[in-house]
């Protein structure tokens, strides 16, 4: 999609701190972390949030969110982490390609705010 943030990172038109990359999926550090760790992952296709997800992603979103948990081992999140995906204006969402938050390396509070 022309305008979108992530669509750019995923072409490399705009550079990101890469922590994971296939085909379909990226991972990487989010610019303004919340946490001591804090990964962005998006697919490569552009999918506006949570929303828009139809029968078609089922595959898709399996392999982001097994690709998650290795990423987490990677990144050695042992004592635990979070996986977010804000939707909407009332989710938090600011970037309107869909997106998983990985957080870990702190104690992160429930309920967030
Ligand atoms: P959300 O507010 O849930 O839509 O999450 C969007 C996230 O993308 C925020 O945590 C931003 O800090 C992050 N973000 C925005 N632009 C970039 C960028 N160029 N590189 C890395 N992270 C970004
Ligand atoms: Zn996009």
Redesign the pocket.
């Known amino acids: 999609m022309a305008d979108c ?1 992530f669509c750019k ?1 995923a072409s490399k038109e ?1 550079p ?1 701190k890469l922590v994971y990359e296939d085909d379909y999926m990226m991972a ?5 972390p919340q946490a001591p760790t804090h990964v ?1 992952i998006i697919p490569k296709e552009h999918i506006g949030s949570l929303d828009d997800l139809s029968n078609e992603h089922k595959n898709l979103i399996g392999h982001i969110f097994l690709s998650i948990k290795d990423i987490a081992k990677a990144l050695d999140l042992r004592e635990g982490y979070r996986v977010v995906s ?1 939707c909407g204006e009332l989710g ?4 309107g390609h869909i ?1 998983f ?1 990985l957080l870990g390396g702190r104690q992160l509070q429930w309920p967030p705010g």
């Not at 990487?28 to 303004?32: A, N, R, S």
Request: hydrophobic share 40%; proline share 0%; aromatic share 6%.
């Open positions: 943030i990172i705009i990101s990487f550090h989010d610019i303004e962005v804000n938090g969402q600011t970037v997106h938050h």
